[in-house]
């Protein structure tokens, strides 16, 4: 096995003390820029890269950031989502040379944890923090801790920005959030309103909501922006409804069977992922129940998945992947010394493919 190299390496190839190594690759004054310039070099052709934890001793930081996810783990592995803000949050991390520490946990517990485990053996400089609860326990565990964070998902209240306000093309910067963290907002109201729009433009007034997991805020969200968009349409929950899941295409399923088993079925769903909604669009073929013929299907969230199935599915088309770049953003301008700010994420837009239609004429009054 390779051994690594040492600053004592680094002093014998570079010619100087070993006090001089250590002054030039911690910023130190003691030693000239030419001097310095040749250790760094040195450093880097052995390959040398300094001891996190013996950095975190001495108060450095750590050059990592984390992320834990408390969701079920069978409902991570099918959806895209997650993969995309990942890989956003990666492109960032990866050009500013800083790590990402990720972990699947159970709950949200087991969440607070873990953030408490990172805290005490300075295992992260901050931390990047989804799905954001209704009644969640993370932000004050965050700032008693002094643990720098950033929101993902919260609500984009109205007036709070929007697509080409604030510093950069669909990037609003407002006002500090609550507390001191920094978030990374979404307009699911406007998204919402978009597909009640098309749904109810279409001549569909018996429209169920398959919606993820209740204890979610986005999930919340959602569900009363449905209502106020139906509401707002003269349509009352008798017609618009929401039914929650946890996101799997097997709870996505079960929820399609037994609304579409009712008296009076729904003549349009719509899907809080790109999963269910594929899961839906088989239990509709399996039950005989023609897309769009006789049912419309939307998904909230575009995929691969959406474009292959036949019917192709209509769908929110976002940028996931720059919603996780804009929170790598925010999180390192934060470490970096700016104060903590909002973020809002460009609005998606929502793109008609085949799964949605007028309904039959004699479904709807």
Not at 9 to 16: F, K, T, W
Request: charged share 20%; with cysteine; net charge negative.
């Amino acid at each position: 096995m390779a051994r690594r190299p040492t600053i004592k390496d680094i002093a014998r190839q570079a010619g100087v003390s070993e006090s001089a190594v250590s002054f030039a690759l911690n910023d130190r004054p003691g030693v000239s820029q030419d001097t310095r310039a040749r250790i760094r070099r040195v450093a880097e052709e052995l390959g040398w890269q300094p001891n996190s934890a013996a950095r975190a001793l001495s108060g450095e930081r750590s050059g990592a950031v984390g992320l834990v996810l408390a969701r079920p783990a069978h409902t991570l592995g099918v959806e895209s989502f997650f993969l995309q803000l990942v890989s956003g949050i990666q492109e960032v991390l990866s050009a500013a040379r800083t790590a990402l520490l990720f972990q699947v946990v159970e709950d949200i517990d087991a969440e607070c944890a873990v953030y408490r485990r990172w805290w005490a053996e300075r295992r992260v400089d901050g931390v990047l923090v989804v799905d954001p609860r209704t009644s969640d326990p993370r932000p004050a565990l965050l700032e008693q801790l002094a643990l720098p964070a950033v929101t993902i998902g919260e609500s984009a209240p109205v007036g709070d920005g929007g697509p080409g306000a604030g510093t950069g093309a669909g990037v609003g910067v407002g006002g500090a959030p609550s507390g001191t963290l920094s978030s990374v907002r979404a307009d699911d109201a406007g998204a919402m309103a978009q597909v009640l729009d098309h749904l109810h433009e279409l001549g569909h007034r018996r429209i169920t909501h398959i919606a993820g997991l209740p204890g979610l805020a986005h999930t919340v969200r959602r569900m009363e922006s449905l209502r106020t968009e139906a509401a707002r349409r003269g349509l009352g929950p008798e017609q618009v409804r929401s039914v929650v899941t946890d996101y799997s295409d097997a709870e996505g399923a079960a929820a399609t069977r037994r609304v579409l088993a009712e008296p009076l079925p729904p003549t349009a769903l719509v899907y809080d992922n790109d999963v269910m909604a594929v899961a839906g669009s088989a239990v509709a073929a399996e039950l005989g129940i023609p897309v769009p013929g006789r049912l419309s299907i939307v998904a909230w969230d575009d995929s691969a998945l959406c474009r292959v199935t036949h019917p192709r599915l209509t769908a929110l088309v976002r940028d996931t992947a720059s919603f996780g770049r804009l929170a790598a953003e925010e999180l390192l301008a934060v470490l970096a010394g700016s104060p903590p700010g909002v973020r809002i994420s460009e609005q998606p837009r929502l793109e008609p493919r085949e799964s949605t239609a007028p309904p039959p004429a004699h479904t709807e009054s």
